[in-house]
């Protein structure tokens, strides 16, 4: 409407737009949504939801308010996600919003996509073609979550450091959801191409407002070629000795995958599976686990159904905004918890970013003790931190942690404040191309399955599965919980009830509800999910999940250490099946849930 001057300046062989529009500021009013509050990872709820006019205005001006002009007025925000259906409606949404209030400069990473970890990147590290650094981003994604029309999406915001926002400020938010009277939106501002790379800048009653879009790789590629040694990954990727599969099931990671591991690295474009995002991820769950990565666990020689003559040495696949990821051996599944633990034994060796030696490591209290061991054998500081990434990023702000893992396919380092899918499998290259160093020419290849065998090895196994029961009853989930905590109260009658249902599991010393006081700012997170520890040093936990859009999911995991070496090449189904009959016995799943079996075992 205001537009006044519109020219194409060609600079470096880089097409600046700049658009110099002017734009006015439009207050609209509007009333509460219910539910506005931000659960782990920020805000999902299904589309058909987020579409509801005002919806998702209210919740970005409930944030701006929540973090305050200081951090809004002349802020430079990034804005993107895994491209999930509506990120398109909703980036041309929130870059209007923040015009209106304030922001100086929005970054778009090209056709709105950035991993999440690649957004954490960008906002550590890069920097504009003005000097500026980002202060904070918007995050567009329902991570694993499916996407499309009836489907998830999700929003959440990162701060300075690239993390998530503390408590403090989701809490804040949510306050502000349920009271906000308008929101502010910038008129007059055409909807931004965000399909080409460029800077387009406006002008507005507060003075100019810029809009980057730029390369949605090129500052996180930066960023893994100071971490790692890539001619080392390139020689073991050529040798044809070793073969490689990488799947993103149509999530945002594809992206990155193609640019890092086929025109970096050199990997044949054959080794890419559903690298090409889509709005609906193909219609599939962009979970990595043996249950939703099909194609993957087929080419790996993992299916039950099909099988694979000749399957590649190395696998991995990533969740629709790239923090998750599985790791996969030929006809071989490395469980998340052993992934962290071998990753931290070999970091100093294999990965030259840590060659100067670990801080520390941390993992989520559900995930397998395999790290606790290694901190022990190494020397380590070491953490256990309730479920929820946001817990690391204190412990890596303080200089206290390097690496970290979770059980729910989560691995990554202290290079940003997010969990990092192709860090992991660059990781794991690492590690690979390591021990491999004298073997690419002659001799045999030291396989995944020969890394993970040799560490069981070494530093004992802790087997370990999770049983899932997704979307069950929110009140018969409660209830299970509230059961299970009331049985803790006497160990003795618990221990009496096991030993009914099986003789041959060993005794529960101790039960609890898992706290945690964070050692950097002292805060107390309670009720992180209910452990019974027994004597052998199994474990079972259980915990209702924080990331689910519709009714409730529980999660069980079970675990069991061996130190025995001669047994420690067990299938771990059968291996962990007394536990497992205890655990759902014990919590009365059946009773409870109204379910025979689990949705998902990983
Ligand atoms: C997200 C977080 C992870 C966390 C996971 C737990 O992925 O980033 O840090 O482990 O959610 O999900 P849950 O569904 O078990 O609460
Ligand atoms: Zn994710």
């Known amino acids: 409407v205001f537009l006044s001057l519109v020219f194409i300046n060609f600079s470096f062989g880089y097409n600046i737009i700049k658009e110099m529009a002017m734009f006015k500021v439009t207050r609209v009013e509007t009333t509460p949504f219910e539910g506005q509050k931000p659960g782990t990872s920020g805000l999902r709820k299904k589309v058909k939801v987020f579409i509801q006019p005002h919806y998702l205005q209210n919740f970005v001006q409930a944030t701006f308010n929540a973090l305050g002009v200081d951090r809004v007025k002349g802020a430079t925000l990034v804005v993107s996600g895994d491209g999930r259906y509506y990120s398109k409606d909703a980036i041309q949404i929130i870059t209007k919003m923040a015009a209106a209030n304030g922001v100086r400069r929005v970054w778009i990473g090209q056709n709105g996509l950035l991993s999440t970890p690649a957004v954490s990147a960008v906002v550590r590290e890069r920097v504009g073609a003005d000097g500026s650094k980002a202060t904070g981003a918007f995050i567009l994604t329902a991570s694993h979550n499916p996407g499309g ?141 043996l249950t939703y990565a099909k194609e993957l666990v087929a080419r790996m020689g ?74 022990k054998h190494l020397n380590l500081k070491f953490f256990e931190v309730p479920t929820g990434w946001k817990f690391f990023g204190n412990l890596m702000d303080a200089g206290m942690c390097s690496i970290c893992g979770e059980e729910s396919f989560g691995t990554g380092s202290d290079h940003i404040r997010e969990k990092d899918g192709i860090w992991a499998v660059l990781a794991w290259l ?38 899932d029961y997704e979307n069950v009853d929110a009140g018969g989930a409660k209830e299970l919980m509230a059961h299970l905590v009331k049985l803790q109260s006497s160990i ?53 999940s924080g990331t689910g859009s519709e009714g409730a999911t529980i999660r069980l995991y079970i675990e069991q250490y061996e130190k025995d070496s001669s047994k420690i090449g067990k299938d771990s189904q059968d291996s962990l099946a007394p536990l497992v009959e205890v655990a759902l016995k014990l919590s009365k799943m059946q009773e409870y849930t109204g379910r025979s079996a689990p949705t998902v075992i990983t």
């Open 149 to 289: 029309p009836h489907e998830d999406f999700g929003i959440k915001y990162n701060m300075e450091n690239g993390g998530p926002a503390p408590e403090g400020i989701t809490n804040k938010i949510y306050e502000n959801t349920t009271t906000i009277k308008e929101y502010v939106i910038a008129e007059g501002l055409p909807d931004v191409d965000i399909s080409t790379t460029g800077v387009s800048s406006f002008d507005g009653p507060e003075g100019k407002f810029d809009v980057d879009v730029f390369d949605s790789t090129s500052d996180y590629l930066k960023l893994m070629k100071s971490i790692f040694d890539f001619p080392s990954i390139q020689e073991l990727l050529s040798s044809p000795k070793f073969s490689f599969c990488y799947d993103a099931l149509h999530g945002v990671a594809g992206v990155h995958a193609k640019r890092i591991f086929v025109e970096e690295l050199g990997a044949n474009e054959s080794s890419l599976v559903n690298c090409v995002p889509k709005e609906d991820f193909g219609g599939g769950h962009p979970d990595p686990n």
């Open 302 to 375: 993992l299916s039950k159904t099909h099988s694979e003559p000749n399957p590649p040495e190395f696998g991995a696949a990533a969740d629709g905004d790239g923090d998750r990821n599985m790791v996969l051996g030929k006809r071989f599944f490395v469980t998340p918890s052993d992934s962290v633990a071998i990753i931290a034994a070999n970091a100093v060796q294999a990965i030259p970013y840590f060659s100067g030696g670990l801080k520390g490591v941390a993992r989520s209290m559900p995930t397998s003790a395999a790290l606790d061991v290694v901190a």
């Open 430 to 467: 690492s590690i690979l191309a390591y021990k491999n160093k004298d073997n690419l020419g002659g001799g045999n290849l030291v396989t995944v399955e020969d890394i993970v065998r040799q560490h069981w090895a070494t530093y004992g196994r802790h087997y370990y599965t999770r049983y």
């Open 492 to 544: 003795d009658e618990v221990n009496k009830i096991i030993k009914g249902i099986r003789s041959d599991v060993s005794n529960v010393v101790h039960a609890d509800e898992f706290e945690y006081k964070d050692p950097v700012d002292g805060s107390v997170s309670k009720h992180q999910g209910i452990r019974y520890l027994f004597e052998d040093g199994s474990r079972l936990v259980f915990r209702l």
